[in-house]
């Protein structure tokens, strides 16, 4: 059993294209041995976003913190609080957004290959 | 896109052997589509426990709120606060036990054929 508190992992910048002010954590995934899902953290910053894009993937996210908002994929908005369960299929395109005033927190969950050295994105 | 609040969803009481004062509510799982791993929340009530079992699948496990403990396969103790990520490899014995005043909860993942039809556990 591996145990670690959030605290202590370390928070990367989110580089890919389109993303602002957006940084993340892994939880757990592959590096911990996890065999077929990886759990992050992202922290989008007041006024960042996630990309506006879609991937041959799914997204499982739970909001913790922060209000934000996700882009649908006919481009209309809903708003997301603490509490707030979503699922991206894949090929769908999305996007996160924080429209608060403080950090907007949510773990994502995608398959383990997209964090496997030869697909690492 | 699926975006539903936690408070929407019923829970369940966990009825397996061994468990105690505990609810589940799937948040996402083979019922939204989801093909590969399904998001539950528990809540451990003061007092109540998970099983103490072991089976052939991990669990990725998100502490949310309370005061709980994770028994390690040798018996020993590990406290678990909000914000603790749990990786629980397959067939590997553990239990949570609320051990505070409050509800102690937390999300679990799971691959998706655990809630398939044929394997409904």
Redesign the interface.
């Known amino acids: ?7 202590s ?1 370390a928070g990367v910048p989110v580089t890919m294209p389109g993303a602002s002010d957006t940084d993340m954590q892994m ?2 995934g592959p590096g ?6 990886a ?1 992050r953290k992202f922290t989008v910053h007041p006024g960042g976003h996630t990309p506006h894009h879609q991937h041959d993937y ?1 997204h ?1 996210v ?1 909001v ?1 913190a922060g209000r934000g908002q ?1 882009v ?2 006919d481009g209309s908005h ?1 708003l ?2 603490p ?7 894949a090929n ?1 395109m ?1 996007q996160f957004r924080n429209v608060g005033e403080a950090d907007f927190e949510f ?1 994502c ?1 995608v ?1 383990a290959r997209v964090h496997q050295p030869v697909n690492c994105s």
Chains 1, 2 share one sequence.
């Open positions: 059993m591996i145990i670690k508190s959030t605290s992992i939880l757990l911990d041995g996890c065999p077929n899902f759990m799914e499982e739970l913790l996700a649908l994929p809903r997301l609080s509490g707030d369960a979503v699922y991206v299929p769908q999305h773990i969950l398959p």
